[in-house]
């Protein structure tokens, strides 16, 4: 709980301009939810848009050493929660699920449909794991900045209860009285040891970071090494949750992790974008890939219906073209080919893909082998005979190239020149 008292202090001296947030901003207004307004700022652009929420009573200005420098890849959207900075309070406080619930709202409010990265420090973390475990399929990643837990005090009674009580009342009596209802709501999820919505976290990538700075002469127990290692054992366990976390351990900062150190927290986005980027691009890749071999496969078909109608030129245009355009690989065109004359028993057309193979990559010794194999099958075994020996040929000058792989080039040309042998 002394971390949210912390958070009271920060808001009071740190309060700046929406303008330190972002220099141009494409929207900086209080938007119309159900309930009320929040004060919210957009701006940046990119692929994903990263949410920022705030800890216990604190405003959007507490992102303003990390959101500019994110907003250089990414949308942005930073805001304050009900009855914190220029967001009009509701007519009492609000718990988890309704500030979970305003935040759905709001970007609902401002159409945001892009994927989202949400950014949570302290209570804040609480807020998006609640949003992504109810909204699942809008976010692509977390990162979590020294988090509030909800077991915390669970587990540091069993230390000493007797110091987590005075913990408590200590907080209680620092607290000022406009946060004494959040206080109590708060207090309410420490004393369960759960969240409200008990429904499981996406698996999406995540980043958690954590505080293990220790303050000579702090009266909060929650400060000592002991409560701040069993903090850190929290935020590893809550890691292990995801099939691709990173877990970042500091002692330099103090709970503003985004204050004292934010390139910490920019970085940690940064590595998010990074690898949803190249998953998406990965993505891109395997359904263009997807789509030349269906294109490939019609042209197939294609060049099928015209070698029934003896247009053999015709096919082999069909077929060179389609090859070509596809950009596949030699070993993919090479796997093509076999499975056409193997699985689809149609040698004919699996002749014209090796000789493609052939003429693209002329200086593969495996090509000119699988041609050979293509032709030996046709019956066509003086020309399957000269492709093996140009296999055989450059199997030789490739020190690469195993004996065992010869051997076999080599059985290839005795299998067509003992064919021949019989005409």
């Given at each position: 709980?002394?971390?949210?008292?912390?958070?009271?202090?920060?808001?009071?001296?740190?309060?700046?301009?929406?303008?330190?947030?972002?220099?141009?901003?494409?929207?900086?207004?209080?938007?119309?939810i159900k309930n009320g307004k929040l004060h919210a700022v957009v701006t940046g652009d990119g692929p994903y848009t990263v949410v920022f929420e705030?800890?216990?009573?604190?405003?959007?200005?507490?992102?303003?050493?990390?959101?500019?420098?994110?907003?250089?890849?990414?949308?942005?959207?930073?805001?304050?929660?009900?009855?914190?900075?220029?967001?009009?309070?509701?007519?009492?406080?609000?718990?988890?699920?309704?500030?979970?619930?305003?935040?759905?709202?709001?970007?609902?409010?401002?159409?945001?449909?892009?994927?989202?990265?949400?950014?949570?420090?302290?209570?804040g973390g609480w807020v998006v794991r609640q949003f992504a475990s109810a909204f699942p399929k809008q976010v692509a990643g977390l990162v979590l900045?020294?988090?509030?837990?909800?077991?915390?005090?669970?587990?540091?009674?069993?230390?000493?209860?007797?110091?987590?009580?005075?913990?408590?009342?200590?907080?209680?009596?620092?607290?000022?009285?406009?946060?004494?209802?959040?206080?109590?709501?708060?207090?309410?999820?420490?004393?369960?040891?759960?969240?409200?919505?008990?429904?499981?976290?996406?698996?999406?990538?995540?980043?958690?970071?954590?505080?293990?700075?220790?303050?000579?002469?702090?009266?909060?127990?929650?400060?000592?090494?002991?409560?701040?290692?069993?903090?850190?054992?929290?935020?590893?366990?809550?890691?292990?949750?995801?099939?691709?976390?990173?877990?970042?351990?500091?002692?330099?900062?103090?709970?503003?992790?985004?204050?004292?150190?934010?390139?910490?927290?920019?970085?940690?986005?940064?590595?998010?974008?990074?690898?949803?980027?190249?998953?998406?691009?990965?993505?891109?890749?395997?359904?263009?890939?997807?789509?030349?071999?269906?294109?490939?496969?019609?042209?197939?078909?294609?060049?099928?219906?015209?070698?029934?109608?003896?247009?053999?030129?015709?096919?082999?245009?069909?077929?060179?073209?389609?090859?070509?355009?596809?950009?596949?690989?030699?070993?993919?065109?090479?796997?093509?080919?076999?499975?056409?004359?193997?699985?689809?028993?149609?040698?004919?057309?699996?002749?014209?893909?090796?000789?493609?193979?052939?003429?693209?990559?002329?200086?593969?010794?495996?090509?000119?082998?699988?041609?050979?194999?293509?032709?030996?099958?046709?019956?066509?075994?003086?020309?399957?005979?000269?492709?093996?020996?140009?296999?055989?040929?450059?199997?030789?000058?490739?020190?690469?190239?195993?004996?065992?792989?010869?051997?076999?080039?080599?059985?290839?040309?005795?299998?067509?020149?003992?064919?021949?042998?019989?005409?």
């Amino acid at each position: 709980m002394k971390n949210f008292f912390n958070n009271v202090v920060f808001a009071i001296a740190t309060l700046l301009t929406i303008n330190s947030i972002a220099q141009a901003q494409d929207k900086d207004a209080l938007v119309d939810i159900k309930n009320g307004k929040l004060h919210a700022v957009v701006t940046g652009d990119g692929p994903y848009t990263v949410v920022f929420e705030a800890g216990f009573i604190s405003d959007l200005s507490v992102w303003r050493k990390v959101a500019p420098t994110v907003a250089k890849q990414a949308q942005i959207l930073v805001y304050s929660r009900a009855g914190v900075g220029q967001s009009p309070a509701r007519s009492q406080a609000l718990n988890l699920s309704q500030h979970t619930e305003e935040l759905h709202q709001l970007i609902t409010a401002l159409d945001i449909k892009k994927p989202l990265i949400l950014v949570g420090h302290s209570y804040g973390g609480w807020v998006v794991r609640q949003f992504a475990s109810a909204f699942p399929k809008q976010v692509a990643g977390l990162v979590l900045v020294d988090p509030a837990n909800e077991t915390l005090e669970i587990e540091l009674k069993k230390i000493d209860a007797a110091k987590v009580a005075q913990d408590q009342q200590r907080l209680a009596g620092m607290a000022p009285p406009s946060a004494k209802a959040d206080l109590a709501l708060v207090q309410a999820i420490f004393d369960q040891g759960k969240l409200p919505n008990p429904a499981a976290l996406p698996n999406v990538t995540m980043a958690i970071l954590s505080s293990v700075q220790e303050f000579k002469n702090n009266p909060f127990f929650q400060e000592t090494a002991v409560a701040l290692q069993v903090k850190r054992d929290l935020h590893s366990k809550l890691a292990q949750q995801f099939s691709n976390a990173t877990h970042v351990v500091t002692n330099r900062s103090g709970h503003h992790i985004q204050n004292d150190e934010p390139h910490l927290v920019i970085n940690a986005i940064e590595q998010i974008i990074s690898g949803l980027n190249i998953e998406a691009q990965k993505v891109a890749r395997q359904q263009a890939k997807q789509q030349a071999r269906q294109a490939v496969m019609t042209a197939l078909g294609q060049a099928g219906t015209e070698l029934q109608n003896q247009q053999s030129d015709a096919a082999k245009g069909t077929v060179f073209a389609a090859l070509k355009a596809s950009q596949f690989s030699e070993a993919e065109i090479n796997q093509l080919g076999f499975d056409v004359m193997t699985k689809g028993k149609q040698s004919v057309m699996a002749e014209l893909i090796f000789r493609f193979n052939v003429e693209q990559f002329a200086q593969s010794d495996n090509v000119y082998d699988s041609h050979g194999e293509a032709l030996l099958e046709l019956g066509r075994f003086a020309e399957a005979k000269t492709q093996f020996a140009k296999a055989i040929m450059l199997a030789q000058a490739n020190p690469q190239r195993s004996p065992k792989t010869i051997k076999g080039y080599q059985d290839n040309l005795a299998k067509a020149e003992q064919a021949l042998s019989k005409k």
